[in-house]
Every structure is written in structure tokens, then in C-alpha cells.
């Protein structure tokens, strides 16, 4: 079985992980993280947990200047994104890739609606609306930035651009080489957003949110779509494949929209229930519960090698990734126990992120947890504390469950691998006592 899956099974994975659009996808969406750690830092401030505080904020005006650092970083994350995705794929294809990006964002703005509606029915129009530049646009900036990102490689590739003579700086040469690729791109762009507009009384991006975005958000915000979710991750890095950096960068744009429809529902007055609409499977429920003290949820593992441990090997090992784990980071004991390619470890490797995820969709789904605003910690922040953040102390105590979990599920696993390896250390002090002999 082992074999057919690595020699059938995985290839065809990494084939497919490998093309252009999905390296462009994953490495696309980072750019935005930085962003939206930032602006979660305002976002805290802004809604501080003491009332008193809270109230002296926005009694002098301050909490208004928050929000509006909030709203400058959150509310343009879907911009950012069709930028880096077209970026990273033209970047792909060998070409220069800022004109690529900028073109994507051209067509992004081109292809949303252009008016609002104010509350007394009147049309404001010439506005770019941040409901669309956020988590309702993000879908439709993946889409963008991967179509824009291969036609302007595509005309690059078939040497249809403008070419400037030897010794004009550079910056000048990409700019007229630029020119007909985007030129063609928004003029298609233009023709398509006309049919959207006359003929079908919308827009493309509003298209693109009502029948691919809203289905999608259903999907990964079922149990079966969580569950598949976090059980890929682990799957993955059983053969050596960086599980979560893969099943991560392909899913963010969905798990962001979600988190970022979660805090649309606080800022408009309600509150964020499931019946008003939240979602319970975001970033926050990957990040800080699936992936947290590292792939698999291995804190276990390392709770029984530092206080249980028998053998030297995990006792060592032990004491190297405690400090590790804390900040969510176990590459030393993934390699070192080994846990990748252990047959002995992957029933609980595997299993781990699929039970976490049961009981936080379990806690979430029934009002014993609060679902997750937009409010984003570093990927390495410290569990317990990533938990109190995102979601209060409820969130927290969740961690801790989960933690405790993860210790039983290890447990007759480990203690088996321990007890091999002691045997092993025992008949290897044996061998160097009779070579002594």
C-alpha cells in the first residue's frame, strides 16, 4: 500500500502542487499576512476587552483612527492578493513580474461594482468599495490574478510586445513591453464587464461571489470539508511532502474570507452567530488549533518525551524541541524521532488533526466556543496565548483540551517506539562492553 501510494499516489500530487498557478496561489497570498497581523493588533485595540478602556478610546475620537488603521489593512487584502498571485506567476514564466501585478489589480477594480448605496437610497459612484477588496473579493482576485498572471505571460512568451533598442533603462523597456499585453488584457476585461453589465445587470466580481465564492465557503466550512482539510496536511507530510505549507497556501484565500465575513458581521452591529451568518472554520481554526505546536499537533509527543521518556534518543530529543514546540515549530522531532515515513507513528500523526478538528467544530457549532473575528496572531505565537487573543478565555481552555488529547492519542504509540529504542541502547551498551572484553 506504502508503495503504490508513493509510487502512483504522490507524484500525481506533487505534479499537480507544483504547476505554476499553484505555486503562484500559495506564494501569492502571503503577501498579505504581514497586513493582517498588523491590523489585527489595531483591530484588538480598537474593540479592547476592558469596557472602561474601551469607552475612554472612543470617547476621545481614538478609536475611530484605529479602525481606520484596521480598515487600511484588513479591507484590501484581496487587493494584495491578486497583486502577489499575478506577480509570483509571471514571475513563474521568467519575465519581469511588477507590470504583471499591476495590470491584475487594474482588471481586479475594472471587474467591481463602482457605486454604493447609501442609506438614504442615494448612488454614490467613482468609489472603490472595500467590501470588495476584502474577504467578498477574494475568490475573485485568486481567479484574476491566475487569468491575468498567465494571458500577460502569454504574450510575453509569443514575443508580442513593444521592444525598446539596446541601452534604454530598464524601468522604460518593461514599461513599453508592458503596454500591449495590458493593453489587450483590459480591453477584454472592458468587453467583459460590459456583457456582465448591460446584458446580465451585475458585475463579474459579484458573479464570481454569489456562484463560485458562497458555495466554496459552504464546502470548507462543513465538518466534512474541515475534516478533509486537516487530515491532507498530515497525510502529505507522512511522505516527505511540507503538508502544511501546501494544504495552507491553497486554502488561505477561503479560511481569510471566512475570518474577514466573521468581522463584516461584527462591524455591522450583530452578533457574530452562526445564525447571523458566521463561519466556524477560518484561518484561526487551522492555524491555532490544527497546525499549532507544529504539523500534527505533536505537543504529545513531546509532553511524553520530556517527562516519560525511557530511552536516551526521545529523552534527548525531548529537551531539543520543548522550546520549539512552544512557538509551533517541530521539524526536530518530525525528523529526528523520525515521525515522516514511520509507519509506527502514523495512525496518531494522521488521526491527531482530524480529532482536534471534530472537537473544535464540536465547541464552535454549539455555542461553547465563540466563533473567530478577523483577529490573526503570528504563526509562531505561543498556544494559550494565541488562543486567549483570537477568542477570550474559552478559546484558551480549548487549546488546553485539545492538548491533553493529543498526550492519549501519542501515548501507546510513543511508549511502543520508546520501549524499542530502549531495547536497542541496551543491546548496543552490550555490544561495547564485549568489544571492551
Not at 70 to 81: H, K, L, P, V
Not at 340 to 347: K, Q
Not at 365 to 376: E, F, M, N, R
Amino acid at each position: 500500500m506504502g508503495k503504490y501510494i508513493n509510487d502512483k499516489i504522490i507524484p500525481k500530487i506533487m505534479a499537480f502542487i507544483n504547476t505554476k498557478a499553484i505555486q503562484a496561489l500559495k506564494d501569492g497570498m502571503v503577501y498579505s499576512m504581514p497586513l493582517l497581523i498588523v491590523g489585527s493588533i489595531f483591530l484588538i485595540l480598537a474593540n479592547f476587552p476592558i469596557a472602561a478602556v474601551s469607552n475612554a478610546l472612543a470617547a476621545c475620537g481614538i478609536t475611530d483612527i484605529l479602525n481606520q488603521a484596521y480598515g487600511a489593512t484588513f479591507n484590501i487584502s484581496a487587493m494584495i492578493a491578486v497583486i502577489g498571485i499575478a506577480y509570483n506567476y509571471v514571475k513563474s514564466e521568467g519575465f519581469e513580474p511588477l507590470s504583471g501585478g499591476i495590470t491584475a489589480l487594474a482588471i481586479f477594480l475594472l471587474l467591481q461594482p463602482a457605486t454604493v448605496e447609501t442609506a438614504g437610497g442615494e448612488v454614490v459612484g467613482n468609489v472603490i468599495n472595500k467590501t470588495w477588496t476584502a474577504g467578498q473579493g477574494m475568490i475573485g482576485a485568486i481567479i484574476i490574478g491566475l487569468v491575468v498572471g498567465f494571458c500577460y505571460s502569454w504574450f510575453l512568451k509569443k514575443d508580442i510586445r513593444i521592444k525598446m533598442p539596446a541601452g534604454v533603462p530598464a524601468g522604460v523597456a518593461n514599461a513599453f513591453s508592458a503596454l500591449i499585453p495590458a493593453g489587450a488584457i483590459v480591453l477584454g476585461a472592458t468587453v467583459l464587464h460590459g456583457v456582465f453589465s448591460l446584458g446580465l445587470h451585475t458585475t463579474v466580481m459579484e458573479a464570481i461571489y454569489k456562484v463560485i465564492q458562497t458555495p466554496l465557503q459552504g464546502m470548507t466550512d462543513s465538518l466534512g470539508g474541515a475534516i478533509l482539510m486537516c487530515f491532507a496536511g498530515p497525510f502529505l507530510w507522512m511522505f516527505g511532502v511540507h503538508g502544511s505549507t501546501i494544504v495552507g497556501g491553497i486554502m488561505s484565500g477561503l479560511l481569510q474570507a471566512n475570518s474577514l465575513a466573521n468581522q463584516a458581521i461584527i462591524d455591522s452591529g450583530l452578533e457574530l452567530t452562526i445564525a447571523n451568518g458566521g463561519h466556524i472554520v477560518t484561518q484561526q481554526f487551522y492555524d491555532q488549533y490544527i497546525n499549532v505546536t507544529g504539523a500534527g499537533l505533536t505537543i504529545g509527543l513531546v509532553i511524553y518525551m520530556v517527562a516519560f521518556a525511557k530511552s536516551k534518543q526521545l529523552k534527548t530529543l525531548g529537551r531539543l524541541e520543548a522550546v520549539p514546540a512552544i512557538f509551533n515549530i517541530n521539524e526536530p522531532i518530525l525528523f529526528g524521532i523520525p515521525v515522516v515515513m514511520n509507519p509506527m507513528l502514523a495512525v496518531p500523526f494522521i488521526a491527531m488533526p482530524v480529532i482536534a478538528c471534530i472537537i473544535q467544530y464540536a465547541a464552535l457549532a454549539t455555542g461553547i466556543c465563540p466563533l473567530y473575528s478577523a483577529i490573526q496572531v503570528p504563526w509562531t505565537c505561543p498556544p494559550i496565548i494565541s488562543g486567549f487573543l483570537i477568542g477570550g478565555w474559552r478559546s484558551a481552555l480549548l487549546q488546553i483540551v485539545i492538548f491533553i488529547v493529543s498526550f492519549f492519542v501519542y501515548l501507546p504509540f510513543i511508549s511502543r517506539v520508546d520501549k524499542m529504542n530502549l531495547e536497542a541502547e541496551a543491546k548496543a551498551a552490550e555490544a561495547d562492553d564485549d568489544e571492551d572484553w
